[in-house]
């Protein structure tokens, strides 16, 4: 066997655990002031103050809240699956994280005599493992409801595990759209195309607004979140969670805010390119300081998203059930499915 395949970059091995260690802990940092931020933005809608008596303007109220919650009492049904039920949050924690693997968080950089990729993992079907990952997302939820041997926590299970799914769909199918215009399934590559030419709102805007709906839905996020704000499920999925295994549920919520509107912002808003229709490089910048400009710009955009998610919560009431699934079913696949037909007719008169 020829030695040289067994040779390995461990310059490379290293970028990348520093990297994914640095986006975690974004993740986190961003998911635990996230839950300030929606306390303040509900209390400036709502004419309040909200949280401002834990340091300066409240800004310490999410640890205070995080150290609250590690100092409650660990409960763990004696009639539940022990190994399920801790393993269900766990899941929905991980697989909250996972989708982050292939965003490009910014350009490529140089350091130390290296070309850094601001990308965990450029896989050329970027898309499809971020569905994958969305997929795998509801056996949290499904494996801890079921764990917790409570109906209300089933009922709630079962209301995510199908809400989940049917957004799915029409999710996928907006993207088909979006696929054939690009001829590619590697985010990076999009993010690409996009620098060159137009982001792809400007061509597909009713793709991004029924992917957008679908991220609602997919998140648990008013006015979707029937999985456990109804009155007859107590807490849905969770109710029998508390401490950090509650935590992590909540956490994972607020994660799968942030990675989608990462998504969106990759998919149809250029992702780290800064100013559409235009080319930075005549400003003659160094490639580590684009590189910064740009994942400031895509930080930017999230957390324009962020902010809408918040705001529609706080804006719109919730659906009953069946209105969330006649939406689904009845509204957004056809949707997306003339939005797929037009796409597919638009592209063949071009090329003739």
């Known amino acids: 066997m020829d030695i040289t395949l067994l040779a390995v970059d461990w310059a490379l091995v290293l970028e990348k655990f520093i990297?994914?260690?640095?986006?975690?802990?974004?993740?986190?940092?961003?998911?635990?002031?996230?839950?300030?931020?929606e306390r303040k933005v509900a209390a400036w809608i709502q004419d309040r103050l909200g949280p401002n008596r834990a340091g300066p303007f409240g800004i310490l109220q999410p640890l205070a809240d995080g150290v609250k919650m590690f100092f409650k009492e660990e409960i763990i049904p004696t009639s539940s699956n022990k190994i399920l039920f801790i393993l269900g949050p766990s899941l929905a924690m991980i697989t909250a994280m996972l989708t982050s693997?292939?965003?490009?968080?910014?350009?490529?950089?140089?350091?130390?005599?290296?070309?850094?990729?601001?990308q965990i993992a450029d896989v050329n079907i970027g898309i499809?493992?971020?569905?994958g990952i969305l997929s795998l997302g509801v056996y949290g939820i499904m494996i801890g409801a079921w764990a917790s041997n409570n109906k209300f926590s089933l009922m709630g299970g079962l209301r995510a595990a199908s809400q989940?799914?049917?957004?799915?769909?029409?999710?996928?199918?907006?993207?088909?759209?979006?696929?054939?215009?690009t001829g590619t399934l590697s985010l990076g590559e999009m993010v690409h195309q996009q620098k060159e030419g137009w982001w792809n709102f400007f061509v597909q805007p009713l793709g991004f607004f029924i992917f957008l709906i679908c991220a609602f839905a997919e998140c648990n996020r008013t006015p979707f979140d029937l999985a456990e704000a109804e009155n007859e499920l107590i807490g849905g999925y969770h109710s029998e969670y508390s401490s950090l295994k509650l935590g992590f549920y909540l956490f994972a919520e607020y994660i799968n805010m942030f990675i989608s509107s990462a998504v969106m912002a990759t998919l149809y808003f250029g992702g780290y390119d800064i100013i559409p229709f235009y080319d930075e490089s005549v400003?003659?910048?160094?490639?580590n300081i684009m590189a910064l400009l740009g994942a400031a710009a895509l930080f930017f955009k999230i957390l324009v998203f962020i902010f809408i998610f918040m705001w529609v919560r706080w804006?719109?009431?919730?659906?009953?059930?069946?209105?969330?699934?006649?939406l689904g079913w009845k509204g957004l696949i056809?949707?997306?499915?003339?939005?797929?037909?037009?796409?597919?007719?638009v592209i063949l008169f071009l090329k003739k």
């Open 334 to 345: 056809p949707l997306a499915l003339f939005n797929m037909l037009v796409t597919a007719a």
């Open 128 to 131: 499809l493992y971020v569905f």
């Open 315 to 326: 804006t719109v009431p919730r659906f009953r059930y069946d209105q969330l699934m006649n």
């Open 164 to 181: 989940i799914i049917s957004y799915e769909l029409a999710m996928g199918i907006s993207l088909i759209a979006l696929i054939m215009i």
């Open 101 to 118: 693997a292939v965003i490009p968080w910014g350009d490529k950089a140089e350091l130390f005599g290296r070309t850094i990729s601001l």
């Open 19 to 37: 990297f994914i260690a640095f986006i975690i802990t974004v993740s986190l940092v961003v998911a635990l002031y996230m839950t300030f931020g």
């Open 283 to 287: 400003w003659g910048l160094s490639a």
